[in-house]
Structures are given as structure tokens and as C-alpha cells.
């Protein structure tokens, strides 16, 4: 069984860059996958963010931005912001399926 | 603008079974894709299947085979999710959510606001 990996958590101080990447557990992450983002806080349905690797979506603002860090995907937020505290899933399209990450937990302090 | 309004929170006894529905505006809704993907409590994202609103084709996660069904009504521009022989794991919020571009297995970009399914004896 494939497994999509991300971290479980990760800080950053308001202002700052972090990376956040999704992973698989026996090959490398390419644009193949058409890796895929979404963001989500607590009682919301998510929200798409980036799309086939480093497409933003509608009205993502652009310190929001996606890649393909070595052999992991990567979701980069530059000047992260208070609000930017959410869960945040990645997706990687397996031939036909699609496989969600467990998500990563982003704190802003 | 892309909207998808999904059914009412439902409460189901183990072994029933429960039909979400999902009511497209704002686009031609046979030419993309609607994805389903459910959330248990405290927990990530499960993608279970998806259905193409023209042809009816469907496909699923292995996990869900044989006891999920995807149908749609045109006319009404509306997608359903039945899942059968519920357990207290199904127990989740339900999201259906629409294909970002109209290419076949395009990802998920748009959402419903989920419907919360609960699994009780």
C-alpha cells in the first residue's frame, strides 16, 4: 500500500518561510502525480490552494506557491501570516486514484 | 459562481445505508468531474471516488468497492453518494467537491460544505 507522507507539524514565526512537503514511501514525487494542496481550518471544508505542482488557484495570493523539491512535492508560504495557521493536505494522483496525505498541522508564533 | 450545496446531516443505525446529495450551480455541471472525499472527526481527507456527470462513469478507492454508489440527475444538476452497510467508521463529514478543470482526473477544486454522517446504534 502506497502511503502519501507530510510532516505532522510544523512552526513558523509570522513574517517567515516555511516548506511543507508530501512524499511517497517507495518512489519519487514527480509532476506525474499532478501534486495538489489544500488548506483547511477547523469547521471548514477546504480550500484549494495549488494544483499539477505550482498552478495557484482563483484567488490564491502568490506567497503561496508550489514545487518539486528532490524527490518530494513542496508547498512554500513566504510572509506567513496569523491567519495562515491551518491544516494543510496535499493529494497526488496515483493512476486513476487519488491519495490524500495525512496533512500537516502549520502553527504561526 | 461555482456553488455546491449539499443534503442535511443524517443520523443512521449500523448495516443501513445513506444517500448524500450534492446540488451544482454556477456551470455546466456534466463537464466536470465530481470528486466525493469524507473526514472523520479529528482526522485528514479520504478521497473515495469520482463520477463523471455526463457518461456516469465512476471509479473508487479500493477501500470502498462494493459498497459505494455514484449516481447524478442531470436535469436537476444534482450528484449522490451512497454508501451502504454503514459502521461506526463511516462516521464522518461528507464532502463532495468538483474537478478544478474539465480534463479527466483533474484534482478537486471546488467544495461543498460537507454533510455530517453519523454511524449510531
Known amino acids: 500500500q502506497t502511503i502519501v507522507t507530510q510532516e505532522p507539524s510544523f512552526s513558523v514565526s509570522p513574517g517567515g518561510t516555511v516548506t511543507l512537503t508530501c512524499g511517497l514511501t517507495?518512489?519519487?514525487?514527480?509532476?506525474?502525480?499532478?501534486p495538489t494542496w489544500y488548506q483547511q481550518t477547523p469547521g471548514q471544508a477546504p480550500r484549494t490552494l495549488i494544483y499539477s505542482t505550482n498552478t495557484r488557484s482563483s484567488g490564491v495570493p502568490d506567497r503561496f506557491s508550489g514545487s518539486i523539491l528532490g524527490n518530494k512535492a513542496a508547498l512554500t508560504i513566504t510572509g506567513a501570516q496569523a491567519d495562515d495557521e491551518s491544516d494543510y493536505y496535499c493529494v497526488l494522483y496515483m493512476g486513476s486514484v487519488w491519495v490524500f496525505g495525512g496533512g500537516t498541522k502549520l502553527t504561526v508564533l | 459562481q461555482v456553488q455546491l450545496v449539499q443534503s442535511g446531516a443524517e443520523v443512521k443505525k449500523p448495516g443501513a445505508s445513506v444517500k448524500v446529495s450534492c446540488k451544482a450551480s454556477?456551470?455546466?455541471?456534466?463537464?466536470?468531474?465530481i470528486n466525493w472525499v469524507r473526514q472523520a472527526t479529528g482526522q485528514g481527507l479520504e478521497w473515495m471516488g469520482w463520477?463523471?456527470?455526463?457518461?456516469?462513469?465512476?471509479g473508487f478507492a479500493q477501500k470502498f468497492q462494493g459498497r459505494v454508489t455514484m449516481t447524478r440527475n442531470t436535469s436537476i444538476s444534482t450528484a449522490y453518494m451512497e454508501l451502504s452497510s454503514l459502521r461506526s467508521e463511516d462516521t464522518a463529514v461528507y464532502y463532495c467537491?468538483?474537478?478544478?478543470?474539465?480534463?479527466?482526473?483533474?484534482?478537486?477544486?471546488?467544495w461543498g460544505q460537507g454533510t455530517l454522517v453519523t454511524v449510531s446504534s
Open positions: 517507495s518512489v519519487s514525487v514527480s509532476t506525474t502525480y499532478y
Open positions: 463520477m463523471n456527470p455526463n457518461s456516469g462513469n465512476t
Open positions: 454556477g456551470y455546466t455541471f456534466t463537464s466536470y468531474d
Open positions: 467537491a468538483r474537478a478544478i478543470t474539465m480534463i479527466r482526473g483533474a484534482p478537486m477544486g471546488y
